[in-house]
């Protein structure tokens, strides 16, 4: 059974950092795009970061760019997002998710979401003002 699994969430105030962290198990997803998506109460899922099977390619929202990075270790099978200079806005579950017709592909279509579905169970960050 394939999982991704995130960790890494929590409560920060505005300012702060966290960094998500996305394991996976059942396979390894080494070759295959990975991504980072994020849902507010009320909102759709948006797609904030993601990186190719190399991590030579990276795609960030206008609204996390310079704030957060997105990286890779693919001899773990983890994947992370650091996420700095924290605002409110940024609360919300978020989630690692997979691109596997994405494989072994450089940095086009990265921002399609339509591209990821293999999806972890999510994580709650919350930052405070």
């Known amino acids: 059974q394939v999982q991704l699994v995130e960790s890494g969430g929590g409560l920060v105030q505005a300012g702060g950092s966290l960094r998500l962290s996305c394991a996976a198990s059942g396979r390894t997803f080494s070759g295959v795009a990975m991504g980072w998506f994020r849902q507010a109460p009320g909102k759709e899922r948006e797609l904030v970061a993601a990186?190719?099977?190399?991590?030579?390619?990276?795609y960030y929202a206008d609204s996390v760019k310079g704030r957060f990075t997105i990286s890779r270790d693919n001899a773990k099978n983890t994947r992370s997002l650091q996420m700095n200079s924290l605002k409110p806005e940024d609360t919300a579950v978020y989630y690692c998710?997979?691109?596997?017709?994405?494989?072994?592909?450089?940095?086009?279509?990265?921002?399609?979401?339509?591209?990821?579905?293999?999806w972890g169970q999510g994580t709650q960050v919350t930052v405070s003002s």
């Open positions: 990186v190719n099977w190399s991590g030579g390619s990276t």
């Open positions: 998710a997979a691109a596997p017709s994405l494989r072994y592909s450089g940095g086009t279509y990265l921002s399609e979401a339509e591209k990821y579905n293999y």
